[in-house]
């Protein structure tokens, strides 16, 4: 974390990642020129108002002229309008731009993410892969709205200032002009000393904030040893460094503003001094002197401000990086070119020599070899490691098998694309998940297709219908993050309900070890009785209740089959099976 | 808004320095204040056709004036600016010192992102009010004053004229920075939705998958997306006016004064030099006035967050040292005699006790095993012993005083705790065995992770005892954590050491050796071991078995195997998950 932080801040400009950045721009090409277009415009309406001041001083002021200066006054009234309306249009129209870049890009990085297979998410913290769709993004907008249409502005103000200023006298221009070399060197010399005042300050919070979380989640280590005036002492230090750095960036901007006020200054007094002597000898107007007091004026702001544009630019190099490397990620996982489709699936299962391993070192499945029947019913039992959610994950075609093949209806489910293969299967996963929705919503997954009708009958067949009927709200009541308002039961039986309502050929059930009271215990029961009802159902087992259910045992142990068959078979092989049943399932009571 | 009176103390702190900044602000705003006279004086001396060394020795004036401003600016920031930082820095002190202090039951309701954020955020908008805030409230007030005294000087009637659209400046600034801020909560909020939906969406990945959801998913993310992008060119809508709000209200004083100050110039009232200047002052007065407005905004959002901070500085800590303390009572007194007598808890706002009337001696010298299921009160039982939480009903007395008299550091430093999760700081392995003292005593740090069973691994580190653990360093393996922690604890040499379950990460290899070290070192202590596994306990001198927070089985190893109750199934169980795990 406060490693990249430090990268973020000093990251060379990439004229590769320039070039592909300028791609999320090519859409919105028009609207860029035209926003170019109007803050060019706003510069020099901006640079035109002065010289309107010798005129109405010099002709109309001097002169009496009442009429003549109403005139003046009347333009300028009308540039001013004219500028804001114009400056409005400009800012509204740069943000439109910048937000429509952003969600382009945010809307391409997320599905891409989507897209992805199970690997990937292994390997990322989700905290990063979120990162990248909304702060990474979100230093992005900042090039894309405001930084590059008004670094043309800043270019143009100073360009208008100065050809106005051309126009109205050459040699009084350049000897305004004189300080900028000063004013240039000072700003330079400024943003150096503050971005690395700031390049500290940054490591310091970060710092200070990883140690206050530190001590907040470490707090009973901090109380149990009796250390809470060392910690004090401790965090009082870096409290302290980041107080004095942050000083340190204080005198830098105390010593800045009030440099600038003086060469402005100045360049005041160099305007009264030449220009002065000039309007004396009558070589200029006074009118022209009062002007260029003005212009003088306007002429630092753009300059200072693009300095920071540099900055911006440089903090979005980084992010963009960050961004193209996930854009970059292509999932090992893909469908088959020419895709055999099947339709009307039978349910029949082989695991041909199978082998497997998540991490190239570690084989997790062995040698597999099993065939499931259409319409069987199958459990998996062994204990934790055994492999038995890997199975499922083959089958789900989360991960390729590294050896060997898995046929669905006698098809290698590798030329089959994923849709095809998940269309035809459901999983019930242990832990179940549930999205900040409704009930319906988590019911369906959002499929329209799926009527009021069905639902209610998954409802009913998974035992939910008298929880879901005491709900003010029926479907339509508000499940929280993670589902943290409803029991572990009931959130089982919804994802059971989930299952159902997308009448899968194939059921794959993880059951669930937590315990749950005996009334919710019997529901579950018949709702697993109801799943797995006329479907191919493979089941990573814990009840005997289910068990006893299945045609077929399948017994793994260390990644490999062990042993295959009955309840009663295998009880009387007294093997492993026979372990497991008195460890785990022989006190389980039998609710039939 | 009231909130704010709490930083009085804070600001009474620095009061001289304040006092002193508020002077030089004064005098900086004078010297400015000045400087557009003599320009205006300069340039009526021109159109009266003076000689150069007089105009010479008015641009003189003009830049040494600005010289005398811009040093007292100087000043300004140091002190002012200066101060808000040193504010900043006390009152984040005085948050986390106090955050240290207060109980476990705090943090079993508050999320450390929610107390980070206080850390951080509130303190940085207090910190924003105090320093921007105080420095341009006190320059806005002061220039105003003095400006309009030199403008009312120069021509009243064009002056009132020219700074009518001022206070509309203000006003404009106030409420578009308002609208801005709600706005923005707006925008805000909406990331945050978004935020949650990438989030909830890359975590339930394998759902969404394995029901091919991802379509239905990516267009709910664009639903979001969208909503953020809505809001956030709603909020660009407003922003967009600032800009051209500003100067075209400032334009509109300067084209008022160029042209009823030109009447006046006319009518012979006024010079073309005071229009000069009006010019040059008016443009001073600009950024003051939205200043202005953005200094209500800055208080605004202070107030809110100096309530939070004193929401949480104004929690007295429920377990401290009190009247009823007896301060007579040295670590040397304590021996590790310990006596629990009817005692009974329950989480503050809960219904349900986790321990019921628990009575237990373990004596000095001795070993307690506890075994029990998950959610017994194993856990409970022992944080009543450091003070963790008191129990609600019943006693606890150590070496036959009442806990709640032993001063809190004196109980502390006599028990030794190595909690179920392993928490280590990340800083060096040395730093943090040694981490009850201030100086590492490397003999006993040494001695200390051999008895742990973790001298080996630390051996074999190229940087050893110095090796930076965490995010910056190396991450230790389960058992290697829990090694540490038991060092850690050994290192502390207390009189009464608990273990709870932190054996559980560590093979049945090692534990013997700790176990077995551990004997010697407790020979004169007491010792109190949470475990899962029976071959952890089975040679405590007393073991009890905790169930729904009662003490249901209770004696020595094979007195409770006799009994066939609830350990012996444990054990039974053990025995088979053994063999089954060495097929």
Same mark, same amino acid.
Request: aromatic letters at 10%; charged letters at 20%.
């Given at each position: 974390?406060?490693?990249?932080?430090?990268?973020?801040?000093?990251?060379? $400009?990439?004229?590769?990642?320039?070039?592909?950045?300028?791609?999320?721009?090519?859409?919105?090409?028009?609207?860029?020129?035209?926003?170019?277009?109007?803050?060019?415009?706003?510069?020099?309406?901006?640079?035109?108002?002065?010289?309107?001041?010798?005129?109405?001083?010099?002709?109309?002021?001097?002169?009496?002229?009442?009429?003549?200066?109403?005139?003046?006054?009347?333009i300028?009234?009308?540039?001013l309008?004219?500028?804001?309306?114009?400056?409005?249009?400009?800012?509204?129209?740069?943000?439109?731009?910048?937000?429509?870049?952003?969600?382009?890009?945010?809307?391409?990085?997320?599905?891409?993410?989507?897209?992805?297979?199970?690997?990937?998410?292994?390997?990322?913290?989700?905290?990063?892969?979120?990162?990248?769709?909304?702060?990474?993004?979100?230093?992005?907008?900042e090039?894309?709205?405001?930084?590059?249409?008004?670094?043309?502005?800043?270019?143009?103000?100073i360009?208008?200032?100065?050809?106005?200023?051309?126009?109205?006298d050459?040699?009084?221009?350049?000897?305004?002009?004189?300080?900028?070399?000063?004013?240039?060197?000072?700003?330079?010399?400024?943003?150096?000393k503050?971005?690395?005042?700031?390049?500290?300050?940054?490591?310091?919070?970060?710092?200070?904030?990883?140690?206050?979380?530190?001590h907040?989640?470490? $707090?009973?280590?901090?109380?149990?040893?009796?250390?809470?005036?060392?910690?004090?002492?401790?965090?009082?230090?870096?409290?302290?460094?980041?107080?004095?750095?942050?000083?340190?960036?204080?005198?830098?901007?105390?010593?800045?503003?009030?440099?600038?006020?003086?060469?402005?200054?100045?360049?005041?007094?160099?305007?009264?001094?030449?220009?002065g002597?000039?309007?004396?000898?009558?070589?200029?107007?006074?009118?022209?002197?009062?002007?260029?007091?003005q212009?003088?004026e306007?002429?630092?702001?753009?300059?200072?401000?693009?300095?920071?544009?540099?900055?911006?630019?440089?903090?979005?190099?980084?992010?963009?990086?960050?961004?193209?490397?996930?854009?970059?990620?292509?999932? +090992?996982?893909?469908?088959?070119e020419? +895709?055999?489709?099947?339709?009307?699936?039978?349910?029949?299962?082989?695991?041909?020599?199978?082998?497997?391993?998540?991490?190239?070192?570690?084989?997790?499945?062995?040698?597999?070899?099993?065939?499931?029947?259409?319409?069987e019913?199958?459990?998996?039992?062994?204990?934790?490691?055994?492999?038995?959610s890997?199975v499922?994950?083959?089958?789900?075609?989360?991960?390729?098998?590294?050896?060997?093949?898995?046929?669905?209806?006698?098809?290698?489910?590798?030329?089959?694309?994923?849709?095809?293969?998940?269309?035809?299967?459901?999983?019930?996963?242990?832990?179940?998940?549930?999205?900040s929705?409704?009930?319906?919503?988590?019911?369906?997954?959002?499929?329209?297709?799926?009527?009021?009708?069905?639902?209610?009958?998954?409802?009913?067949?998974?035992?939910?219908?008298?929880?879901?009927?005491?709900?003010?709200?029926?479907?339509?009541?508000?499940?929280?993050?993670?589902?943290?308002?409803?029991?572990?039961?009931?959130?089982?039986?919804?994802?059971?309900?989930?299952?159902?309502?997308?009448?899968?050929?194939?059921?794959?059930l993880? &059951?669930?070890?937590?315990?749950?009271?005996?009334?919710?215990?019997?529901?579950?029961q018949h709702?697993?009785?109801?799943?797995?009802?006329?479907?191919?159902?493979?089941?990573?087992?814990?009840?005997?209740?289910?068990?006893?259910?299945?045609?077929?045992?399948?017994?793994?142990?260390?990644?490999?089959?062990?042993?295959?068959?009955?309840?009663?078979?295998?009880?009387?092989?007294?093997?492993?099976?026979?372990?497991?049943?008195?460890?785990?399932?022989?006190?389980?009571?039998?609710n039939? | 808004?009231n909130?704010?009176?709490?930083l009085?103390?804070?600001?009474?702190?620095?009061?001289?320095?304040?006092?002193?900044?508020?002077?030089i602000?004064?005098?900086?705003?004078?010297?400015?204040?000045?400087?557009?006279?003599?320009?205006?004086?300069?340039?009526?001396?021109?159109?009266?056709?003076?000689?150069?060394?007089?105009?010479?020795?008015?641009a003189?004036?003009?830049?040494?004036?600005?010289?005398?401003?811009?040093?007292?600016?100087?000043?300004?920031?140091?002190?002012?600016?200066?101060?808000?930082?040193?504010?900043?820095?006390?009152?984040?002190?005085?948050?986390?010192?106090?955050?240290?202090r207060?109980?476990?039951?705090?943090?079993?309701?508050?999320?450390?992102?929610?107390?980070?954020?206080?850390?951080?955020?509130?303190?940085?908008?207090?910190?924003?009010?105090?320093? +921007?805030?105080?420095?341009?409230?006190?320059?806005?007030?002061?220039?105003?004053?003095?400006?309009?005294?030199?403008?009312?000087?120069?021509n009243?009637?064009?002056?009132?004229?020219?700074?009518?659209?001022?206070?509309?400046?203000?006003?404009?600034?106030?409420?578009?920075?308002?609208?801005?801020?709600?706005?923005?909560?707006?925008?805000?909020?909406?990331?945050?939705?978004?935020?949650?939906?990438?989030?909830?969406t890359?975590?339930?990945?394998?759902?969404?998958?394995?029901?091919?959801?991802?379509?239905?998913?990516?267009?709910?993310?664009?639903?979001?997306?969208?909503?953020?992008?809505?809001?956030?060119?709603?909020?660009?809508?407003?922003?967009?006016?600032?800009?051209?709000?500003?100067?075209?209200?400032?334009?509109?004083?300067?084209?008022?004064?160029?042209?009823?100050?030109?009447?006046?110039?006319?009518?012979?009232?006024?010079t073309?030099?005071?229009?000069?200047?009006?010019? $040059?002052?008016?443009?001073?007065?600009?950024?003051?006035?939205?200043a202005?407005?953005?200094?209500?905004?800055?208080?605004?959002?202070?107030a809110?967050?100096m309530?939070?901070?004193?929401?949480?500085?104004d929690?007295?800590?429920?377990?401290?040292?009190?009247?009823?303390?007896?301060?007579?009572?040295?670590?040397?007194?304590?021996e590790?005699?310990?006596l629990?007598?009817?005692?009974?808890?329950?989480y +503050?706002?809960? &219904?349900?006790?986790?321990?019921?009337?628990?009575?237990?001696?373990?004596?000095?010298?001795?070993?307690?095993?506890?075994?029990?299921?998950?959610?017994?009160?194993?856990?409970?039982?022992?944080?009543?012993?450091?003070?963790v939480?008191?129990?609600?009903?019943?006693?606890?007395?150590?070496?036959?005083?009442?806990?709640? $008299?032993?001063?809190?550091?004196?109980?502390?430093?006599?028990?030794?705790?190595?909690?179920q999760?392993?928490?280590?700081?990340?800083?060096s392995?040395?730093?943090?065995?040694?981490?009850?003292?201030?100086?590492?005593?490397?003999?006993?740090?040494? &001695?200390?992770?051999?008895?742990?069973?973790?001298?080996?691994?630390?051996?074999?580190?190229?940087?050893?005892?110095?090796?930076?653990?965490?995010?910056?360093?190396?991450?230790l393996?389960?058992?290697?954590?829990?090694?540490?922690?038991i060092?850690?604890?050994?290192?502390?040499?207390?009189?009464?050491?608990?273990?709870?379950?932190?054996l559980?990460?560590?093979?049945?290899?090692?534990?013997?050796?700790?176990?077995?070290?551990?004997?010697?070192?407790?020979?004169?202590?007491?010792?109190?071991?949470?475990?899962?596994?029976?071959?952890?306990?089975?040679?405590?001198?007393?073991?009890?078995?905790?169930?729904?927070?009662?003490?249901?089985?209770?004696?020595?190893?094979?007195e409770?195997?006799?009994?066939?109750?609830?350990?012996?199934d444990?054990?039974?169980?053990?025995?088979?998950? &053994?063999?089954?795990?060495?097929?």
């Amino acid at each position: 974390m406060t490693r990249t932080e430090d990268e973020a801040l000093n990251k060379p $400009i990439d004229k590769r990642l320039m070039r592909r950045l300028l791609t999320y721009f090519k859409p919105y090409a028009k609207y860029i020129l035209l926003a170019t277009f109007l803050t060019i415009t706003i510069s020099a309406l901006a640079a035109f108002r002065p010289s309107l001041t010798p005129i109405a001083i010099d002709e109309k002021i001097a002169n009496g002229d009442i009429p003549g200066l109403q005139l003046i006054i009347v333009i300028l009234l009308g540039t001013l309008v004219v500028q804001g309306l114009v400056q409005y249009a400009m800012t509204y129209l740069t943000s439109w731009i910048g937000q429509y870049i952003i969600f382009d890009l945010r809307k391409n990085i997320f599905d891409h993410i989507n897209s992805l297979n199970l690997k990937f998410f292994d390997n990322s913290p989700i905290g990063r892969l979120v990162t990248r769709v909304t702060s990474d993004v979100e230093v992005l907008f900042e090039v894309f709205s405001s930084g590059i249409v008004t670094a043309f502005g800043d270019i143009f103000t100073i360009v208008w200032i100065m050809t106005f200023m051309f126009m109205l006298d050459v040699e009084l221009t350049l000897v305004t002009l004189s300080v900028l070399p000063i004013l240039i060197y000072a700003t330079i010399i400024f943003r150096r000393k503050v971005r690395e005042s700031y390049r500290r300050i940054r490591i310091l919070v970060s710092k200070l904030n990883a140690y206050i979380q530190e001590h907040i989640v470490g $707090i009973s280590i901090v109380q149990y040893f009796n250390k809470e005036n060392r910690t004090i002492k401790e965090f009082e230090e870096i409290n302290r460094s980041h107080t004095e750095q942050n000083k340190k960036s204080i005198f830098y901007y105390a010593i800045f503003f009030p440099t600038v006020e003086l060469i402005g200054a100045i360049s005041t007094g160099l305007i009264i001094w030449y220009g002065g002597g000039q309007a004396i000898q009558e070589v200029i107007s006074v009118g022209v002197l009062i002007a260029f007091i003005q212009y003088s004026e306007m002429f630092f702001r753009p300059i200072r401000d693009l300095s920071e544009k540099y900055n911006i630019l440089q903090q979005a190099m980084a992010s963009s990086e960050r961004i193209f490397e996930v854009l970059d990620t292509k999932s +090992p996982i893909k469908d088959p070119e020419h +895709p055999i489709t099947l339709h009307n699936v039978k349910g029949k299962i082989e695991f041909n020599d199978v082998w497997f391993s998540y991490n190239d070192n570690e084989d997790v499945l062995k040698n597999i070899n099993f065939k499931i029947n259409p319409g069987e019913k199958v459990a998996f039992v062994g204990a934790t490691g055994a492999g038995k959610s890997t199975v499922i994950n083959l089958l789900e075609r989360f991960y390729d098998v590294n050896k060997g093949e898995i046929l669905l209806d006698g098809i290698d489910i590798r030329n089959l694309t994923r849709e095809n293969l998940r269309d035809h299967t459901a999983i019930v996963l242990q832990d179940v998940f549930l999205f900040s929705g409704t009930i319906r919503s988590n019911i369906t997954l959002g499929n329209e297709k799926i009527t009021d009708n069905q639902i209610w009958e998954a409802i009913r067949n998974s035992g939910l219908e008298e929880f879901i009927n005491s709900l003010p709200d029926k479907l339509n009541h508000k499940v929280n993050e993670r589902g943290s308002s409803l029991s572990v039961g009931q959130r089982q039986l919804i994802s059971f309900a989930r299952a159902l309502v997308y009448n899968p050929k194939i059921l794959i059930l993880d &059951e669930a070890t937590s315990s749950v009271d005996t009334h919710t215990e019997i529901l579950i029961q018949h709702a697993i009785e109801e799943l797995i009802k006329g479907r191919t159902s493979i089941i990573i087992a814990h009840r005997l209740s289910t068990i006893q259910k299945c045609d077929k045992i399948i017994v793994m142990h260390k990644g490999e089959v062990k042993e295959i068959g009955t309840h009663q078979e295998l009880l009387s092989n007294n093997g492993l099976y026979y372990k497991l049943y008195e460890l785990q399932y022989k006190e389980q009571p039998l609710n039939e | 808004m009231n909130s704010l009176l709490a930083l009085k103390p804070y600001l009474s702190k620095y009061r001289n320095r304040l006092f002193l900044g508020y002077i030089i602000i004064v005098l900086h705003i004078t010297a400015m204040a000045y400087q557009p006279l003599v320009i205006g004086d300069a340039i009526d001396a021109i159109s009266n056709g003076a000689e150069t060394s007089v105009i010479l020795n008015y641009a003189l004036i003009a830049v040494g004036l600005v010289l005398v401003g811009g040093t007292f600016l100087f000043l300004t920031r140091q002190n002012i600016i200066v101060v808000s930082r040193e504010i900043e820095n006390d009152l984040r002190y005085d948050f986390f010192s106090h955050l240290q202090r207060l109980p476990k039951s705090f943090y079993n309701s508050r999320t450390t992102g929610d107390l980070m954020n206080h850390a951080i955020s509130d303190i940085n908008n207090i910190r924003n009010f105090l320093g +921007p805030g105080i420095m341009y409230s006190m320059q806005t007030f002061t220039r105003l004053i003095i400006t309009l005294y030199i403008l009312f000087n120069i021509n009243v009637k064009v002056t009132i004229i020219a700074l009518a659209p001022l206070p509309v400046i203000s006003l404009a600034v106030y409420l578009i920075g308002r609208l801005t801020y709600n706005r923005s909560l707006k925008v805000q909020e909406s990331l945050s939705d978004l935020t949650t939906k990438a989030q909830e969406t890359f975590s339930g990945i394998r759902v969404i998958k394995s029901f091919m959801r991802e379509q239905y998913e990516n267009l709910e993310f664009d639903k979001k997306s969208r909503d953020f992008f809505h809001k956030s060119l709603k909020l660009a809508k407003v922003q967009a006016f600032s800009f051209p709000m500003m100067f075209l209200l400032t334009g509109l004083s300067i084209i008022l004064v160029l042209y009823f100050g030109g009447v006046q110039v006319m009518e012979g009232n006024m010079t073309i030099g005071n229009i000069g200047e009006y010019i $040059i002052y008016l443009g001073q007065l600009t950024w003051p006035m939205i200043a202005f407005g953005w200094i209500i905004n800055l208080i605004q959002r202070a107030a809110p967050s100096m309530k939070r901070f004193k929401d949480i500085t104004d929690i007295e800590p429920e377990i401290a040292d009190g009247k009823h303390t007896n301060h007579n009572i040295k670590e040397r007194d304590i021996e590790g005699e310990i006596l629990f007598k009817n005692v009974s808890f329950k989480y +503050p706002g809960s &219904e349900n006790f986790v321990l019921k009337n628990v009575n237990l001696k373990i004596h000095k010298g001795t070993v307690l095993g506890i075994i029990g299921a998950t959610g017994s009160g194993k856990t409970t039982l022992v944080n009543l012993l450091p003070r963790v939480f008191d129990p609600t009903s019943g006693q606890i007395t150590l070496d036959g005083y009442p806990l709640n $008299i032993i001063p809190i550091n004196v109980l502390r430093n006599s028990i030794g705790i190595v909690p179920q999760e392993s928490f280590l700081f990340s800083t060096s392995i040395g730093k943090n065995i040694a981490y009850s003292s201030d100086v590492i005593d490397d003999l006993l740090m040494i &001695e200390s992770s051999k008895q742990a069973g973790l001298y080996k691994d630390v051996a074999e580190f190229p940087r050893q005892f110095d090796t930076i653990l965490g995010e910056r360093g190396i991450t230790l393996s389960g058992g290697q954590k829990q090694r540490t922690s038991i060092a850690r604890a050994i290192y502390k040499q207390p009189k009464i050491l608990i273990l709870d379950d932190s054996l559980s990460a560590v093979d049945t290899n090692t534990e013997e050796e700790i176990l077995s070290a551990l004997k010697s070192i407790m020979k004169d202590r007491t010792s109190i071991i949470i475990s899962h596994r029976i071959s952890t306990i089975k040679n405590a001198n007393n073991i009890i078995v905790l169930r729904k927070g009662m003490i249901a089985e209770e004696g020595t190893h094979n007195e409770l195997l006799a009994m066939k109750g609830i350990y012996f199934d444990i054990y039974q169980k053990q025995l088979l998950e &053994e063999q089954i795990s060495k097929l």
